[in-house]
């Protein structure tokens, strides 16, 4: 399983960034894929979620109506809209995906997300 997250950056407030997650080694399409954050001294939060099976997307309340989560099943991708930006954004971005052949979690490397002006 690799996941590879891309498309950080600095970027002001009120501003807007994609993320994307390119994957491989798994089934992508039959797959739950999530977008984690963590910020400076803070624990990881789950910010958005892409379901299977035609389920809604779920969202973090601190982000819902500025980001949006969708998938490609044919090029194996998931992203991240983030729109209207703020400072309290700021984070490494995680791309994740759980239960892949075994009962755990796996991660890609992160993307720096800095909202500054």
């Known amino acids: 399983v690799q996941l590879v997250e891309s498309g950080g950056g600095l970027v002001q407030p009120g501003g807007s960034l994609r993320l994307s997650c390119a994957t491989s080694?798994?089934?992508?399409?039959?797959?739950?894929m999530n977008w984690y954050r963590q910020a400076p001294g803070k624990e990881r939060e789950l910010v958005a979620t892409?379901?299977?099976?035609?389920?809604?997307?779920n969202y973090a309340d601190s982000v819902k109506g500025r980001f949006a989560i969708s998938r490609d099943n044919t090029k194996n991708m998931v992203y991240l809209q983030m729109n209207s930006l703020k400072p309290e954004d700021t984070a490494v971005y995680y791309c994740?995906?759980?239960?892949?052949?075994?009962?755990?979690?796996?991660w890609g490397q992160g993307t720096q997300v800095t909202v500054s002006s």
């Open positions: 994740n995906v759980w239960g892949v052949r075994e009962s755990r979690d796996y």
């Open positions: 080694g798994f089934d992508f399409s039959r797959y739950d």
């Open positions: 892409s379901a299977t099976g035609g389920r809604s997307p």
